[in-house]
């Protein structure tokens, strides 16, 4: 591909694919995943209760990619843990984001730069870590795409995937919502990562692997310093959500007995029905004091929401622990 | 077996055991499956809050039992994902049943006289999936009957024994019943044939496989037109299952002590606790407007309610679509 | 080890050793097992309702620790089911004490002697299974003492860590509280077993395996029969415990606002954030007469409470039991 030719960046794209994530990368990993896990509502409080909940809660946050990736692959879910080396540092750094003395390592990653060069190395491990499943599942189901981009999504978002069963180890249970019915920006980074990786590895996208990866980290790591500087929560597919959402899925709208326009029996019937149940599951959920998943919203502002409520509330920790300096 | 060769049976069981199931009887399966997630309960409003999630749940939908039976032998779970060709049907019969224009396909699948045939073809389809779970845990479990049976239950059943779990990705989240609980007719069927099937392949049923596959098949596919044209939910095994369940299973009943006869202490105590826990629990769930697991009914009960419940949804629907003709 | 021969205990260390599990003590942990799950609330009403939720929540207590261990190692997850003769043992014993005509057989082993007995036997077979995890996850992962721990304690508290999916299947859902959270005592025991066993294995306790089989063996017999007998709850682990706990687990306490010592803005505030979000979840809990896992009291006093409960739900049903002869 010439354009990489000109811009001299064939080398450059040949030394990041042969960069090696341990250890650094992996530190930046643990440390902004066990973070995250540390600003999730009581999780301090179950770091006092049992601190044995807590490990294994930021473990999952550490390695759910793998353990989520090996359960589907029907490949022992305990292999993770036979990485002693890495166990060992993530642990280390676990204890020292909950229990370090004066809070002192906590409060200092929390600051801003150095918060966002973290985040911004973690972003870089999210290309490995895709790519890797992407490989796996390749040796394994050669022609399959589906698998490919299944793996390669669970092992760069496994965490985030089986939050609902982490927050069950930690005797939090949210049913009404999951990554599924609201993606969080960084399950979609990670899933079109999947798509695209697995698009190069059946050469159905003409591109070589490093120069893909080249693109690739520096898109999700220009993005998510860009999300965290302005801190605004605007996806940058947005536009292409909604656009993609309008087209394909709003062919007959069951709300449509709502806004009156009453051309069929048949739709009208079933939004009724759907539409009176939706209302009591708000009132539910609301007692609950929690979004309703079933509010219907496209799935973009649902996720541009949440997203917002994590950056706040990173943003009020980092300023709490400015105050400090 | 002469009874078949009397009755000239013998070729019609042989051309039914070499039927295909691709693709007719699957994309009936999968038609059946996919309105029956779409006649669940908030199932049309996930669909438009989050097509991902609807898409992943009616892949439970048609591929459960797959995926359970690969889990309990440890086989990837992914297994399924990797038949691209049977993905894409469903995907397609997915899209159509849910966002199609005027809703036409879910409008004109759910007229009795049609719903009626693909139900029937799904039956089909029922036998060829217990069989072949049988078959692969034979395979590898020689001698054992229980694990036989196991596998070809979840095979058949799969998409109603995962119930909990796939609910649990649409956001819907009801604990106080599964299908252990409550068993649904279908899942009662499958158990059956499980059994059968498994009696067969160890030789403790004197019948040859194709015979079987033909006297399961017409009970199957005539019992579930009778029930959807009748519209009764009266299984046909209640008889014989309150008769089992009044031999084996009232031994001990802590209900004595509510009906007055306080004859042992043991029981009286036990009977107290235990009703008055009860008590709570049915208020809980009352107040959550939904009927308690711990009601003291005999399953058989529970068991034709959930399926009157069913029923009626599916009536409701084809009567609102009628009206659309 | 001369301290061995010196007491002349090598040949009975070698014994114990050799003692064959099947079928006596297996018996015992089937009885014990299924006996403990008839005690939980709501626990008779399930087995009128659907026996055969009884019956597999009566499996996943017998053999939950061979279940999860084995998904853990990626190995079928039904091959506990294949041994037909445990499965058919531990069959028998749960319809006996569920329904038994007059509760004979529940009401005479919960005779506190008889009780004693079998809770002993049970004690035993901890060892034997924990061991043959520790064992089979050397023979998989060489040199991961992580690994073994992990295998060793899924197979010996295997019932407990599984129990809140146990419960699922009873139409029970407490996701405030699990294993991990608030430990009981039999889980604590394994997993110290566990590591030991581990430790041995790869030889860095310098036992030979009998010995530290006769050493685990006992204690874990004497300790449960002293707490039986003296209904106390004490673990004799709590002042260790509460000792590591104080070492390690309080560097930085985010109660240190309440208790008035107000010496850092960060800890400050995220103690305000962190003790209001906790008051929420109490009020809901106690609303639900739970006590939420988010009380910030540390795992001691925690498991220490459960254990009393469990103790007293025994003498009490001893008691009303007692009364019947």
Chains 1, 2, 3 share one sequence.
């Not at 044995?52 to 793998?66: D, N, P, R, T, V």
């Not at 843990?81 to 929390?110: E, G, H, K, Q, R």
């Not at 730069?113 to 490989?135: D, I, Y």
């Amino acid at each position: 591909m010439d354009l990489f030719e000109v811009l001299h960046l064939d080398e450059l794209s040949h030394g990041l694919a042969n960069l090696s994530m341990f250890p650094y990368f992996d530190m930046a990993h643990y440390m902004v995943s066990v973070m995250a896990l540390r600003e999730q509502p009581g999780a301090l409080d179950v770091s006092r209760v049992s601190p044995i909940a807590c490990w294994f809660s930021s473990m999952l946050f550490c390695f759910g990619g793998a353990v989520l990736s090996a359960i589907m692959l029907a490949e022992p879910a305990v292999a993770p843990l036979s990485n002693s080396t890495s166990v060992l540092l993530a642990s280390v750094i676990w204890y020292l984001v909950f229990y370090c003395p004066m809070d002192l390592v906590y409060c200092t990653a929390a600051l801003l730069p150095l918060r966002l060069v973290l985040s911004g190395m973690k972003e870089v491990t999210r290309t490995w870590k895709v790519l890797g499943g992407v490989t796996q599942a390749h040796s394994k189901y050669n022609d399959s795409l589906l698998v490919m981009i299944a793996i390669g999504w669970a092992r760069g978002a496994g965490g985030g995937l089986i939050s609902n069963f982490e927050q069950l180890v930690r005797g939090v249970w949210k049913p009404e919502t999951n990554e599924l019915l609201k993606m969080s920006y960084p399950t979609k980074i990670t899933l079109i990562g999947a798509v695209l990786f697995s698009l190069q590895q059946t050469h159905y996208l003409p591109l070589q692997k490093h120069h893909l990866m080249l693109l690739y980290t520096v898109f999700t790591v220009v993005n998510k310093s860009r999300m965290m500087l302005t801190g605004s929560s605007t996806s940058p597919f947005a536009v292409i959500e909604s656009a993609v959402y309008k087209t394909l899925f709003t062919g007959y709208s069951p709300y449509s007995a709502l806004t009156g326009e009453v051309n069929n029996p048949c739709i009208d019937n079933g939004a009724t029905n759907t539409t009176t149940s939706t209302a009591d599951k708000r009132r539910e959920s609301s007692e609950n004091g929690e979004a309703g998943q079933h509010s219907p919203v496209p799935p973009v502002k649902g996720q541009s929401e949440s997203l917002k409520a994590k950056d706040e509330s990173g943003n009020t920790e980092t300023a709490s622990c400015k105050k400090t300096d």
